[in-house]
């Protein structure tokens, strides 16, 4: 018989999974590469090594040290979707960025801070609309090079 040994762990890591998705769905939705896949596994795998950090009994606890880590490899792994074209255009920065904040989400759920990364979420939620709505009220212009920027 299965014992479960650490709840709120469990809890956690379904926090994660949960949020992974919905980000996930977004970027789906718009059509873009990194979708559902990507961001449930970030978000899921930042969870997972916060939890494993916190577990740490050692002499030198620290928590972040762990964490320090998943901020470096989400960085390599943003590098991978960033690109420019023949028009020196750059494409994937906001998935790039997308990624980093999901990892960010991850580490916050793995630590146990529903809360904060509820708003974190939301925020996440209204950065990503942000440029849509400064183009429909007419702060920045409906032109090739903002959407190529912006719109990844």
Sequence with gaps: MLTLLHP???????????????????????????GIRTYTLVCLGSCLVMILSTLNQGQYRDPMRLAAQVVSGIGFLGVGVIWTDRHNFKRGLT???????????????????????IVAGILMGIAIQLHSFAEKVGLVPKDKIEQDNGDD
């Design 95 to 117: 998935t790039a960025a997308n990624l980093w904040m999901t990892s960010s989400v991850g580490l916050v759920l793995g630590y146990g801070l529903y809360d904060i990364a």
């Design 8 to 34: 709120e762990f469990y809890l956690r890591l379904v926090a994660a999974l949960i949020f992974g998705f919905i980000i996930g769905l977004e970027r789906t939705r718009k059509g873009k590469t990194a």
